[in-house]
């Protein structure tokens, strides 16, 4: 069974940074290593949006307003991924939620809350 389960939110005030941790479990290292894994987020009275995903080849993309300042990246090793979060804003402020698409079926992580203010 997948599991996903984030770690690493807190409150930080602006321009601060935050690295956010995704363990999978229910994935052998073949399969985790080529599944498709992404970060999401959810701010209050918003729609869930796409944050930053990375490929079973590491490679990445963002949304617009992230890129330069969050960095996705993926540990095979561990089925862990990654979301380094730096330069952070208010608007940042989000509840981020991990996802696997494993074998064509989405997967959620329970979610972490990111409160960025001073």
């Known amino acids: 069974q997948v599991q996903l389960v984030e770690s690493g939110g807190g409150l930080v005030q602006p321009g601060g940074s935050l690295r956010l941790s995704c363990a999978a479990s229910?994935?052998?290292?073949?399969?985790?290593?080529?599944?498709?894994m992404g970060w999401y987020r959810q701010a209050p009275g918003k729609q869930r949006e796409l944050v930053a995903i990375?490929?079973?080849?590491?490679?990445?993309n963002y949304t617009g307003s992230v890129k330069g300042r969050f960095t996705i990246s993926r540990d095979n090793a561990k089925n862990t991924v990654y979301l380094q979060m730096n330069s952070l804003k208010p608007e940042d402020t989000a509840v981020y939620y991990c996802?696997?698409?494993?074998?064509?079926?989405?997967?959620w992580g329970q979610g972490t809350q990111v409160t960025v203010s001073s």
């Open positions: 990375i490929t079973s080849g590491a490679s990445t």
């Open positions: 229910g994935f052998t290292f073949i399969t985790f290593s080529s599944t498709v």
């Open positions: 996802h696997a698409l494993y074998f064509g079926s989405p997967y």
